[in-house]
């Protein structure tokens, strides 16, 4: 997000394309975080404290829900991708599946802060290339770690191959998680 803010400012010197998805990245990401966290805060209501659902030890109810969020935006950039043509980064499809993207994120970002505990944030850039320089560093000395390589080289592969097509694995997976989760919610429940 840091850099949405350095890319609007040189907007202003040097225009590029994009303009829309710029602009519009940190607005989109904060409302589908605020959504996020009002519909964990409405579902977490359901106790006795507006906020015990959400980040007390009954959350699972809030979780599943707001993971239903996330994956009814993923399902919808999917769903451009795969349907809308995007011949430049301006086309309406790009723009429409970037901001889906990036709403997807804010929820996920909500999600992790409000109703993982322990759990670090998945989408801070600074933070996921610092991760991503100890990771390759360590795939280098150490054995254990080649999974990360190997799961980069077969999305690269996968993307190749079958172009957006590919992300109906990780929406599946987030799909299984939210049944996973729902599953969860109801043994407990009981």
Same mark, same amino acid.
């Given at each position: ?11 202003? !010197? ?6 829309? /998805?710029?602009?519009?990245? /940190?607005?989109?990401?904060?409302? @589908?975080?605020?959504?996020? *966290?009002?519909?964990?805060?409405? !579902? ?26 996330? $994956? ?16 430049? /980064? ?43 320089? /100890?990771? $390759? *560093?360590?795939?280098?000395?150490? @054995? ?7 799961? *980069?080289? $077969? ?36």
């Amino acid at each position: 997000m840091t850099g949405s803010f350095v890319l609007v400012g040189t907007q202003f !010197v040097t225009p590029e394309s994009g303009l829309t /998805i710029k602009l519009l990245s /940190i607005p989109v990401f904060f409302l @589908a975080g605020a959504l996020a *966290t009002a519909l964990a805060v409405t !579902v977490g209501a359901r106790h006795d404290s507006p906020l015990q659902g959400v980040t007390g030890d009954r959350g699972g109810g809030a979780l599943a829900w707001v993971m239903g969020l996330e $994956c009814a935006s993923l399902s919808a950039l999917t769903a451009v991708l795969l349907l809308v043509e995007a011949p430049t /980064i301006d086309a309406p499809g790009v723009e429409a599946a970037a901001l889906l993207g990036l709403a997807a994120m804010g929820v996920q970002s909500a999600m992790v802060r409000l109703l993982m505990n322990g759990v670090a944030s998945t989408n801070v850039m600074t933070t996921n290339t610092t991760q991503l320089a /100890i990771d $390759c *560093t360590l795939v280098l000395l150490e @054995a254990r770690h080649r999974g990360f390589v190997l799961g *980069t080289g $077969c999305g690269a592969g996968a993307f190749a191959i079958a172009h957006f097509a590919t992300l109906l694995v990780p929406v599946g997976i987030c799909y299984a998680l939210l049944a996973w989760m729902l599953s969860a919610s109801r043994r407990l429940a009981s």
